[in-house]
């Protein structure tokens, strides 16, 4: 029987714990773990096992015994500054997510890095990204949410580049960091821009200017600010926010970090993707949403430039062939969609958070279960990546086989997986958001839906070239199945990806369940934050919100789903089959394939072009100006100064009648002076 007093036990009092947790598991990896090396990973695997104890724990009180949502703050440093963690729907659902799936890749990677002389350093590490995301989702302010959105980034890096002796993982660490370094400034520009605004506006406390209650309670006074460069104050401040998304959450164009990303172990990928770096940016739109509700335009940025990264990436999973960047363009492709979902909110409200969190956690589980199944391939293998040179992989690896087609399912939207339910509906409500938006409208919806079929072609192609047929190279001849440490992460999370829209009643508990982040209030310690009225914010932006829930007609429930079965049947009758052949297609001369192959040229774009022609030519001219204008006109005044010097110098003899001598000489000439004036001489 369970103890009434753990039934009644107030979790969300020790909140605080989820982050120190795993920042006590970094402090002893790093220091201990050296010294008990073949226990490495068991302080960080513990330490993120207790935060998910205590986020269920809290997510028990508030949807189970209804506890009311509560903001704890303090006072962080002087005079006053308010630091604090807030408690409510949207980051219960986060929490318990990151948690769940941090848990099980670094259960995952105790058998996946067992052999790696430096694995107490990346379980320290790991344990300090997963502690950073814990800091960002609890974040009651956006200078706090700021501080731990850059120590995610400093994570990623840290482990993208964690083989660092190796020259690609190197770079592919750095091109992270710069590629989301540019979005992260212009992030923090907007803060910036907000603070300003918010310092000056009347009843808002000094000590927590920016904390999001407070932006939430004056978004009224933050419309009416003064425009900057003819734009409105709180749309140019979102569009600086989503600038920050598109960095940390690979939208395009700054989305040229992820393929790169595949350099580090893949259990780094799979945090990454699945539960950490990338799904910030999409938390951050979904924290600040009556902000980006409030502010004309914004919300149809956000849709058109998440649908068309779902869709641009989609097309570039056609044609890769390491196995595991087909899965990274997939990640860009899925965060498209619930960027997208968000824009829709222009019209859907706050449900359109709702669709795009149950997404994010659907995409967490059956993304992380891809990645692992495909580090299994690679530690089965010998770490071969190409799909090409792999081939009959689901006779000697048949657990990861099937694992990785159950996230495969998931991925496209197979009925009755996770995503089934998560994404299809996503595509329903921006087909409602269509009719409200006009034609971009119907460009987001084009865009989704194209981007069905793609999936499933991409997918399926993956799945087949890697587990179907004759191997192809030596390696794949007699692959070996993964440990028990792997094999039972890869269990856990088929059962996530296949039945988690069952689980959740077809995602209906989840959407009622975080619907009511906003529209409820908040308690504090000295009071409460009311409950929002989203349509009256929406009025702010110039936005219209449906005030009942409109149903989509009966074809666009059902495209999705034969566009998925198309998708299927073109990567069957091609890679299965082998009833069409490609070849033909795959080659230099065709300009389609090469612009696919190359990218799009983006990185030719930035590498080539920005960086070394044209900012390199920049810092060319400014070391001229530096070192011959400005520099220059300092030696000049040097040069002078130090020949003055040396010609006064001449004058000082050291002899004092000679100084006597210069002293009566400057007397008697300064006085036949004063006489010529006076005696107008």
Request: include cysteine; charge should be neutral; charged fraction near 10%.
């Amino acid at each position: 029987m369970m103890d009434p007093t753990l039934i009644d036990f107030n979790f969300t009092h020790q909140a605080h714990w989820i982050i120190i947790l795993p920042m006590l598991g970094f402090l002893l990896e790093l220091i201990i773990g050296k010294y008990w090396w073949r226990k490495g990973g068991m302080f960080a695997t513990l330490s993120i096992l207790g935060s998910m104890i205590i986020s269920f724990g809290c997510l028990y009180n508030v949807y189970v015994q209804e506890m009311p949502f509560y903001e704890y703050s303090w006072e962080w440093f002087y005079p006053g500054i308010v630091a604090g963690f807030t408690i409510d729907p949207l980051s219960l659902a986060m929490l318990c997510m990151v948690s769940f799936i941090s848990f099980f890749i670094h259960f995952y990677a105790i058998g996946y890095m067992a052999h790696d002389c430096a694995k107490n350093v990346y379980f320290a590490e790991t344990a300090l990204f997963t502690g950073s995301m814990f800091g960002l989702i609890l974040a009651n302010n956006l200078l706090q949410l700021f501080i731990f959105w850059e120590m995610v980034g400093v994570c990623s890096y840290l482990l993208i580049g964690f083989w660092w002796h190796r020259p690609e993982a190197a770079a592919a660490g750095k091109k992270a960091w710069m590629s989301c370094a540019v979005g992260d400034c212009l992030f923090l520009l907007g803060i910036a821009i907000m603070f300003t605004i918010m310092v000056g506006t009347p009843g808002v406390s000094a000590t927590e200017p920016i904390s999001f209650n407070q932006i939430f309670q004056n978004l009224g006074h933050l419309h009416h600010a003064a425009p900057i460069f003819g734009i409105p104050a709180l749309t140019l401040i979102c569009v600086l926010f989503m600038c920050g998304v598109l960095g940390k959450s690979a939208g395009f164009p700054l989305h040229v970090w992820i393929p790169d990303a595949m350099e580090g172990p893949t259990t780094v990928s799979a945090l990454i993707h699945a539960a950490t770096m990338v799904t910030a940016g999409v938390y951050l739109i979904a924290r600040a949403f009556p902000i980006f509700l409030a502010a004309p335009n914004a919300l149809m940025i956000v849709a058109f430039m998440g649908a068309f990264t779902a869709l641009y990436a989609s097309t570039l999973g056609l044609v890769v062939n390491d196995l595991k960047r087909i899965f990274a363009y997939s990640t860009i492709s899925q965060l498209g969609y619930m960027i997208a979902i968000l824009g829709c909110g222009a019209v859907l409200g706050v449900t359109a958070v709702a669709y795009a969190l149950f997404h994010l956690v659907a995409h967490a589980f059956f993304k992380a279960l891809l990645f692992l199944s495909s580090g299994s391939v690679l530690h089965g293998i010998g770490n071969v990546r190409d799909i090409k040179e792999m081939g009959g992989l689901l006779k000697g690896m048949p657990w990861t086989g099937y694992a990785m087609l159950a996230g495969a399912l998931a991925l496209i939207a197979f009925p009755f997986t996770a995503g089934y339910y998560s994404k299809d509906m996503i595509i329903e409500e921006s087909y409602i958001y269509a009719t409200h938006g006009g034609a971009l409208g119907y460009m987001v919806w084009i865009f989704l839906v194209l981007g069905v079929i793609l999936t499933a072609t991409y997918t399926f192609r993956a799945w087949y070239l890697a587990m179907t047929g004759e191997p192809r190279s030596y390696p794949a001849v007699h692959p070996h199945e993964c440990g028990i440490w792997m094999k039972t992460t890869l269990i856990v999370l088929s059962v996530f990806a296949l039945g988690l829209g069952i689980m959740t009643g077809g995602g209906h508990k989840f959407w009622d369940f975080l619907k009511q982040t906003f529209e409820q209030e908040t308690l504090t310690a000295t009071g409460a934050y009311p409950g929002l009225d989203m349509h009256d914010i929406a009025h702010y932006g110039g936005n219209t919100l449906m005030h009942h829930g409109a149903h989509p007609p009966q074809w666009v429930i059902y495209l999705p789903l034969l566009l998925m079965i198309a998708g299927i049947a073109i990567a069957t009758a091609v890679y299965y089959k082998n009833r069409i052949d490609v070849s033909k297609y795959v080659k230099k001369d065709n300009p389609i394939y090469q612009i696919l192959w190359n990218k799009y040229y983006l990185d030719y774009l930035f590498k080539d072009i920005l960086a070394e022609k044209i900012i390199m030519t920049l810092f060319t001219f400014w070391d001229v100006l530096d070192r011959y204008v400005i520099d220059g006109v300092v030696n000049l005044l040097s040069w002078i100064t130090i020949q003055s010097g040396q010609v006064s110098r001449k004058l000082q003899t050291g002899m004092v009648q000679n100084y006597a001598t210069a002293v009566i000489f400057g007397v008697s000439m300064l006085m036949i002076l004063v006489i010529m004036i006076r005696g107008g001489i």
